[in-house]
């Protein structure tokens, strides 16, 4: 039995949301503010059973306070008939097999038909048709008095709906539980047609066990914390509770008996003065209230703050635990507090474990550096593959979802586990499958492939991004950070000298990812649209001639350059020389790559520049800095031929015949600039598409 989707409604930033779990483990990841906390949140909201899990007005969706608002102040009240309760809604679809043990979704299944096993849980804080009638009531009052203040007191601000809400919404918004139909056609639930789960006394508690670790963890290298050492009480009580390792805890109470023996010999001689004065004031009557001091060691308080986790650090030396770094402390405190919860899971010996058992790990990486975030993401599967396993063979699976912001979790992982979250709209985030880039790739598996074992190996930082540079080579690996560097100086001191401000953060303070793809920016154009950002392409034009071999663009009568074709849909070079940024622009619809002014890909190439149009990179550079690479020569250990910067050479004989290596030439223009880079100029194309990405 499995939770194989969830669904959220009006929470935060979850304003129609939907993901589905994989049966094990489900990587949540996306860049800050996607909703990944969000989801721990509503789950532990409907599921929890704490103070933290209230409600606050701020729980609700932004779009969705404007809609109450709007039907709050409405002249015109909503019939009873017409109305649908208002609110945050949380949907847990679970599927049951011919195998699962039914006892206990038995009340809450809506559907007997063999062919439908899927049950609906719907958990919500709404306002009913009476809350919403009161509430408009109530309102109106309030809005009165407010006015009435206003005329009272000068100066007084009246208070809005807002604040109303904001103080007194649960006296209009009820929690509900209900189980509700499924319809296999459009796989959605009904909710029409359901069971009130409060009415019908019904409990899910043996159905959905859920917990979680919070990325807001209590680990600290302070001295005197002994957080580490408090769990290890609370994993013996756990062991204890559940009947495991039964001799151990029989010989340890057996020990203790022993020493309460010895102890209240000890208590008697100690507190002897004592006792003798509360004799002395009458206070003890000979075999009546006669009081004795004597040892009650247990076995389970006996290990709170009396267990310590210290660090081997040889043979004769233990440091605490406070001693060692965050990262480690954090691992072993998240390796000891699953080991807690794994326990709560399984429940006492005589309480079946829940038919599901949900564990959500939020953010396992904090203080820890890259090569432990590896360690953990491999063994965790390891670690909670056996699920919830008793001796008495009441045994249940687990299902894990855990978040992430790391590209390092996210390069060692199965690239189908993971749900990426992105922006819907401003105000409401869409979580996607990743193994659905499967399926839109259709037959070009061997792309698909290509793209997934790139993802995985290095450049998994693109998830996190909020925009993105894919680029050729090591050229423009080496180069392009400093040319946004560069761009931000450049606009500082052009808005400087203008009385003007920036509206738009610097390159290098946004959030931008820089992924090499070669030649195959074409293959990653799914990839691009799958996540949603702003990405600019950088290319060459890669003029040939007749024979189909390389030439300058002056003499070339097609170019070879694949990505090009694809996204300009094979224009002809003539066409490529005179477009403008503006017929750079692109949006994918209907599956195809448009020119559109709102376009959110851009792709640039070499463009005519003070009458000349390069091909390449070093071509385009050497053009317009020729001056700069000649004075410098000397020291640019990627060049050869350096006589030919003196004879009138053009620059694409230059860039052909004089440079050596091309990852030395970006090297060397990177050693001899100056400290603004003021000594040397960006290609125009390679400028126009970064003063592009710039712009948000």
């Not at 996540?531 to 189909?548: E, F, H, P, R, S």
């Given at each position: 039995m499995k939770?194989?989707?969830?669904?959220v409604e009006n929470y935060r930033l979850l304003k129609d949301f939907s993901m589905d779990l994989?049966?094990?483990?489900?990587?949540?990841?996306?860049?800050?503010?996607?909703g990944k906390t969000s989801i721990l949140s509503v789950l532990d909201k409907f599921l929890g059973h704490s103070e933290r899990t209230k409600f606050t007005f701020d729980d609700f969706n932004i779009d969705f306070k404007k809609v109450l608002k709007e039907k709050i102040l409405a002249d015109e009240a909503i019939i009873e008939e017409d109305y649908k309760r208002l609110g945050i809604r949380l949907s847990l679809f679970i599927e049951y097999t011919e195998t699962d043990n039914l006892s206990n979704v038995s009340r809450v299944m809506m559907d007997l038909d063999p062919d439908n096993n899927v049950i609906v849980l719907g958990f919500d804080y709404t306002l009913d048709y009476n809350g919403y009638t009161r509430l408009r009531k109530d309102f109106r009052e309030f809005e009165v008095k407010e006015k009435q203040k206003e005329q009272e007191k000068n100066g007084y601000k009246p208070r809005s709906l807002t604040d109303l809400l904001k103080s007194s919404h649960t006296l209009y918004f009820k929690t509900g539980r209900r189980s509700l139909a499924f319809d296999p056609a459009t796989k959605?639930?009904?909710?029409?047609?359901?069971?009130?789960?409060?009415?019908?006394?019904?409990?899910?508690?043996?159905?959905?066990?859920?917990?979680?670790?919070?990325?807001?963890?209590?680990?600290?290298?302070?001295?005197?914390?002994?957080?580490?050492?408090?769990?290890?009480?609370?994993?013996?009580?756990?062991?204890?509770?559940?009947?495991?390792?039964?001799?151990?805890?029989?010989?340890?109470?057996?020990?203790?008996?022993?020493?309460?023996?010895?102890?209240?010999?000890?208590?008697?001689?100690?507190?002897?003065?004592?006792?003798?004065?509360?004799?002395?004031?009458?206070?003890?009557?000979?075999?009546?209230?006669?009081?004795?001091?004597?040892?009650?060691?247990?076995?389970?308080?006996?290990?709170?703050?009396?267990?310590?986790?210290?660090?081997?650090?040889?043979?004769?030396?233990?440091?605490?635990?406070?001693?060692?770094?965050l990262g480690y402390m954090n691992l072993i405190s998240m390796i000891f507090e699953i080991e807690i919860l794994v326990h709560e899971f399984k429940r006492e010996k005589d309480k079946k474990p829940a038919d599901i058992n949900l564990l959500f790990i939020e953010e396992p990486e904090a203080h820890t550096h890259p090569q432990m975030q590896y360690v953990f993401i491999k063994n965790i599967k390891k670690l909670l593959e056996e699920g919830i396993k008793r001796e008495d063979g009441e045994n249940r699976e687990l299902q894990y979802i855990i978040t992430t912001h790391s590209a390092h979790i996210v390069a060692d992982s199965d690239f189908d586990t993971i749900k990426y979250l992105r922006k819907g709209n401003q105000n409401g985030v869409v979580a996607r499958n990743l193994k659905a880039l499967k399926d839109e790739y259709g037959t070009e598996t061997t792309q698909y492939q290509f793209l997934k074992q790139y993802l995985t190996i290095s450049r998994a930082e693109i998830f996190f991004a909020d925009k993105a540079i894919l680029i050729e080579g090591d050229t423009e690996r080496i180069l392009v950070p400093t040319l946004m560097r560069k761009v931000d100086i450049e606009e500082e001191k052009r808005l400087t000298a203008a009385g003007e401000q920036d509206e738009h953060l610097p390159m290098l303070s946004q959030n931008i990812s820089i992924i090499e793809v070669g030649a195959y920016s074409q293959i990653f154009e799914?990839?691009?649209?799958?996540?949603?950002?702003?990405?600019?392409?950088?290319?060459?034009?890669?003029?040939?001639?007749?024979?189909?071999?390389?030439?300058?663009?002056?003499?070339?009568v097609d170019y070879s350059n694949e990505a090009i074709k694809f996204f300009f849909n094979n224009p002809s070079l003539a066409d490529l020389k005179g477009f403008t940024i503006a017929n750079k622009l692109f949006n994918k619809i209907a599956g195809v790559w448009t020119n559109q002014a709102s376009g959110q890909l851009s792709v640039v190439y070499q463009t005519d520049e003070n009458g000349y149009n390069a091909r390449s990179f070093e071509d385009a550079f050497i053009h317009i800095n020729k001056v700069y690479v000649n004075d410098n020569k000397a020291g640019f250990r990627g060049l050869q031929n350096k006589e030919l910067f003196?004879?009138?050479?053009?620059?694409?004989?230059?860039?052909?015949?004089?440079?050596?290596?091309?990852?030395?030439?970006?090297?060397?223009?990177?050693?001899?600039?100056?400290?603004?880079?003021?000594?040397?100029?960006?290609?125009?194309?390679?400028?126009?598409?970064?003063?592009?990405?710039?712009?948000?």
């Open positions: 939770i194989f989707k969830i669904e994989e049966n094990e483990l489900s990587l949540v990841i996306g860049k800050n503010n996607t959605k639930a009904v909710e029409d047609t359901s069971i009130d789960l409060e009415t019908e006394k019904i409990s899910i508690g043996d159905i959905i066990n859920f917990k979680y670790i919070s990325a807001k963890r209590e680990v600290a290298n302070k001295d005197m914390d002994k957080t580490l050492s408090g769990q290890t009480s609370r994993i013996y009580k756990r062991t204890e509770t559940n009947d495991e390792q039964n001799k151990a805890v029989e010989d340890f109470k057996d020990k203790l008996s022993e020493t309460d023996t010895h102890l209240s010999g000890i208590y008697k001689t100690l507190f002897d003065g004592i006792v003798k004065k509360v004799k002395d004031f009458g206070g003890v009557k000979i075999n009546e209230s006669e009081i004795e001091i004597i040892s009650t060691l247990q076995h389970r308080e006996l290990l709170e703050g009396n267990t310590t986790v210290v660090y081997k650090h040889d043979v004769d030396n233990h440091l605490p635990e406070h001693y060692n770094g799914k990839f691009i649209d799958f996540l949603g950002i702003k990405a600019l392409v950088i290319t060459d034009l890669d003029a040939v001639n007749d024979d189909g071999k390389k030439c300058d663009v002056t003499t070339g003196e004879n009138g050479t053009g620059a694409y004989d230059l860039a052909e015949r004089c440079i050596k290596k091309k990852t030395h030439f970006a090297l060397d223009i990177l050693y001899h600039s100056n400290a603004d880079f003021s000594n040397w100029e960006i290609p125009a194309y390679i400028k126009e598409g970064l003063l592009w990405l710039k712009k948000d």
